[in-house]
Nanobody
Framework: QVQLVESGGGLVQAGGSLRLACAASGRTLSNLAMGWFRQAPGKEREFIARQSASGIVTYYAESVKGRFTISRDNAKNTMYLQMNSLKPEDTAVYYC????????????????????WGQGTQVTVSS
């Protein structure tokens, strides 16, 4: 069983930065397609970004493109979401997600077919 544990959320002013971490266990990171979603109160879960198991292929939602960056540290079996130039509309609970390499495309939309989820971490961006 794959387990994902998130950390790094918090309160930041608009224009600031945060770095979220997602530590995986139960499978090596090199065998996991991974990505991020977020969900604001009363809103549907929203895709943010995904990365192939190799760490080579990445895709970002238009709303975060140029501001958010996925990275991996295979030695720590951890992936990160670096969030820069944060805006109040980025306020949400952020969820790490993982899937088998062949299911990379499932890390999209509302994530209905994603197999593994982190517990979520709150990101609040003040104006």
């Amino acid at each position: 069983q794959v387990q994902l544990v998130e950390s790094g959320g918090g309160l930041v002013q608009a224009g600031g930065s945060l770095r979220l971490a997602c530590a995986a266990s139960g499978r090596t990171l090199s065998n996991l397609a991974m990505g991020w979603f977020r969900q604001a109160p009363g809103k549907e879960r929203e895709f943010i970004a995904r990365q192939s198991a190799s760490g080579i292929v990445t895709y970002y939602a238009e709303s975060v493109k140029g501001r958010f960056t996925i990275s991996r540290d295979n030695a720590k079996n951890t992936m990160y979401l670096q969030m820069n130039s944060l805006k109040p509309e980025d306020t949400a609970v952020y969820y790490c997600a993982a899937a088998s390499p062949s299911q990379l495309i499932y890390i999209s939309g509302s994530g209905s077919y994603v197999a593994y989820w982190g517990q979520g971490t709150q990101v609040t961006v003040s104006s």
